[in-house]
């Protein structure tokens, strides 16, 4: 298990179009990613359920990743963060 | 003529005959009876993979008629089409007994009533997309098909559309939409605006406007039936307009005489990119960076700033983009700054010298700046320059951001150095600036102002065609050319086409102007004359 806490600085936090790219890149990840905000939890490769997090700008989630390439996949998920969102 | 009065949601105008979309009949309203909740959950599967066809589809649509915006909406819907809880909810109510399409329009619902009830206005506006994709699953369950548009473009009325009804249609059979529902932040209202489809929402739909013939302004959010001969003209002559400057315009801005003036854009939001491009302009002249400071309660951060500043970039394709450093003062307040009153904001701490005395807030944008600029070609112009010793101040920090972002390894591009001359002050230093810069752009508006001690609202001393402010321009044009230096304008003058000649005469290279000028301006530069 790996986990990491981001703070979102995209203007619109996790909104329509960072969430369907989230979706996309979590897919190519061989764990499975958890958002947390809060005390709610969204599977990361469900976009609904992620755009009804609610994360908006400011927002400080935890990203937990579970799997075989863990380590690699949170590095990749952090990069992605910090350039889309 | 009848004026009905709506909100105003995608602008323009345009003229022609209502039609109210219907829907052909459903040639089967459930399948044969009796049904199994497996035969349904597989007709639900079989209608789910038949939209996602059909979006699929539509790939090329999107981009034609709405680029970027459009591509996104439609892999938006895509991703939203295959979502687990959507697709887990609709087979949970159909095994419990649902029909295939009883099961879609409840989960549909279901998801849109959640969004409905979030906070953010962006997020409830999705729930309109929620039904409209249920919706949309539903008619290839029953067949439901919408019955064809009449062989004219048309205004059509219809209760809600959805992204894939706009992008099958295309602005080649609608000239503009009349809805009832239809949030601002939906995702059909981004739609109609990037494929510039005016748009007004209105209370309700009469029967009575079918076929009617009305002119639609988008902006003003009215629709007017029976429009009078000369609102027809109007509308007709602005919409003209508007299906000329669609066409990209392909002939180089260059004079009888072969001078060459290159066109850029004046743009406030990285939206606006596309436009200016569909406009024919060569690049963005100022990108006005203000935006991203104000109506907001925390400073941006360099990451937030870098990714909209590389959003233009990207969006150009190549063609350069002059970023203007913030220009802001205690006429437009920023909260988070805590900012002294001061009695006359116009002549106080504003522009760059904001800016030099707050390098908490200066130095991200400049790193930021940089950092867009490892992805396409970008200036960067400081506002409200009077004095060399800004400049110089100015030039020390950015050299300062370079080095920090090369010891930090972060990718970053060149970035050439510009200021504005909009004091002045700055125009009668022009010399001593142009040693220090790389080009010049005017900002008439301002210029005019201090020159001639007059407010842009007092319409009576405000006079940008003033001689004053000519020999200004005139003097700073000279010196940048003396030093090697470019000299671009892009105030509200560069627009103004009486007075095109004599810019050019009196040395300006470059002219940048708001994407709807361009075109026109375009036409009248290869008009002209300079020998």
């Keep these: 298990m790996k986990k990491f806490s981001y703070t979102i600085t995209n203007a619109v936090g996790i909104h329509a179009r960072p969430a369907a790219l989230l979706v996309e890149t979590v897919r190519k990840l061989s764990s499975s990613v958890t958002i947390r905000k809060g005390d709610q939890t969204a599977a990361a490769n469900r976009m609904m359920a992620l755009m009804l997090l609610g994360v908006a700008q400011g927002d400080q989630i935890t990203v937990t990743l579970e799997g075989p390439e863990e380590e690699r996949d949170a590095v990749l998920l952090e990069d992605f963060f910090r350039a889309n969102l | 003529m009848e004026l009905i009065t709506g909100r105003p949601i995608a602008p323009g105008v345009a003229a022609g005959p209502i039609h109210i979309l219907r829907q052909d009949a459903p040639q089967s309203d459930s399948g044969p009876s009796p049904t199994t909740p497996q035969k349904e959950l597989d007709r639900f599967h079989l209608a789910c993979r038949q939209a996602a066809e059909e979006l699929a589809g539509m790939e090329s649509a999107a981009q034609t008629q709405a680029g970027q915006t459009g591509t996104d909406l439609l892999h938006i819907h895509a ?38 009830a979030m906070d953010d206005p962006y997020l409830q506006a999705r729930a309109a997309d929620i039904t409209g994709l249920a919706q949309h699953v539903s008619d290839r369950i029953t067949g439901r098909r919408d019955a064809p548009l009449p062989a004219v473009p048309v205004l059509l009325a219809a209760d809600s559309l959805s992204p894939a009804q706009l992008l099958g249609w295309g602005r080649e059979r609608l000239l ?79 004079t009888l005489d072969g001078r060459n003036v290159a066109l850029l854009a004046n ?104 950092r867009a600029a490892a992805f396409g070609p970008v200036s960067l112009m400081f506002p409200m320059v009077s004095a060399l010793d800004e400049v110089i101040r100015g030039k020390t920090l950015l050299d300062e951001c370079r080095r920090e972002l090369a010891a930090e390894g972060v990718p970053m591009g060149p970035v050439e150095l510009g200021i504005m001359i909009e004091t002045p002050a700055a125009a009668l230093i022009a010399g001593e600036l142009a040693r220090e810069v790389s080009f010049f752009s005017i900002g008439t508006n301002d210029l005019t102002q201090y020159a001639l001690a007059a407010d842009r609202q007092e319409a009576a001393a405000y006079d940008p065609h003033h001689p004053a402010v000519l020999a200004l321009i005139g003097m700073a044009a000279e010196a940048a050319h003396r030093h090697g230096c470019r000299v671009a304008l892009c105030g509200e ?27 026109g301006l375009r036409r009248h530069i290869r008009e002209l004359d300079l020998r």
């Design chain 2, 79 to 116: 991703m939203l089409l295959e979502d687990p809880d959507f697709l887990e909810t609709s087979e949970e109510l159909i095994r419990n007994g649902a029909t295939a399409q009883e099961g879609v329009m409840e989960a549909g619902q279901r998801f849109a009533d959640a969004f409905s």
């Design chain 2, 176 to 254: 503009g939409l009349v809805l009832t529902h239809c949030a601002p932040s939906s995702h059909t209202a981004i739609l109609a605006r990037a494929m510039e489809l005016p748009t007004v929402q209105v209370s309700a739909l009469e029967e009575h406007w079918q076929g009617r013939q009305a002119v639609l302004d988008g902006s003003a959010g009215q629709l007017r039936l029976d429009p009078d001969a000369a609102l027809l003209s109007q509308a007709r002559h602005s919409e003209d307009n508007a299906q000329e400057l669609r066409q990209p315009s392909q002939c180089p801005a260059v």
């Design chain 2, 267 to 370: 743009i406030g939001h990285p939206e606006e990119a596309g436009r200016a491009l569909a406009r024919g302009a060569e690049g963005i002249g100022l990108f006005r960076s203000e935006f991203l400071f104000l109506d907001r309660d925390c400073c941006p951060t360099e990451e937030e700033q870098f990714l909209l500043y590389r959003q233009v970039v990207q969006a150009m394709e190549g063609c350069r983009v002059v970023i203007r450093t913030l220009d802001a003062g205690a006429d437009k307040p920023l909260p988070y700054l805590d900012l002294p009153r001061e009695e006359n904001p116009a002549l106080g701490c504003r522009g760059i010298r904001l800016s030099l005395a707050q390098p908490g807030l200066f130095r991200p944008q400049l790193r930021a700046i940089l």
């Design chain 2, 493 to 519: 003058l560069g627009a103004d086409l009486e007075m095109t000649e004599q810019l050019l005469r009196l040395g300006v290279d470059e002219l940048s102007a708001s994407p709807s000028a361009l075109p």
